[in-house]
């Protein structure tokens, strides 16, 4: 049997506000305005977590991590990413690339990419040269404090798993 292949996607929404620090792809950015959320609000790092566990057919986010649990306030979202990618792998998934896009007004994501792509690469466990991380701004949504995460993976298996 040949090689098995899974598309996964994922999206999320949040808003920018004062005092707090702003979290993206489990980095810790400078910047006057962080997002607002349960968790620490890392907008890109809960759209991966989205799309690989969509991909596997393993519910979202909420459904391992409810915002409604007093143990998941503050907590670092890396912390989610990780599950998602034992349960990948538990699975004898290995991610084959990810492509993201961000739509925010600032910061402006270009000069941080670099870094973007690398801490989400060791978070998957995986190279830089398979996380492409794209960003737009929001024109047109008339949703100028808002950050949104698009973020699509591509799993792949051999065939030698059942279903
Ligand atoms: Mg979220």
């Known amino acids: 049997m ?5 598309v996964g996607a994922g999206w999320d929404s949040h808003e920018f506000a004062p005092g707090r ?15 607002a959320g349960h968790s620490d609000g890392d907008v890109l790092l809960h759209a991966v977590c989205d799309a690989l566990l969509g991909a596997i057919g393993a519910g979202d986010i909420g459904t391992h991590f409810s915002p409604n649990e007093a143990q998941w306030k503050g907590a670092a ?6 599950h998602a990618v034992q349960l990948i792998h538990r699975g004898g998934w290995r991610l084959v690339n990810l492509d993201a896009n961000l739509i925010l007004n600032q910061p402006k994501i270009q000069p941080l990419q670099a ?10 466990g995986t190279t830089s040269d398979r996380i ?4 737009k701004s929001p024109e047109g949504l008339n949703a100028p404090n808002t950050a949104i995460a698009q973020v699509t993976v591509l799993l792949q298996r051999e065939g030698t798993h059942e279903a």
Do not use: C, D, N
Request: proline letters at 5%; zero cysteines; a positive charge.
């Open 132 to 135: 492409s991380i794209k960003a």
């Open 2 to 6: 040949g090689a098995e292949i899974r």
């Open 77 to 82: 979202s890396e912390r989610f990413v990780r």
């Open 115 to 124: 870094q973007l792509r690398e801490s989400v690469a060791v978070l998957l």
């Open 21 to 35: 620090p702003l979290w993206l792809g489990g980095l810790k950015i400078e910047h006057p305005l962080g997002l």
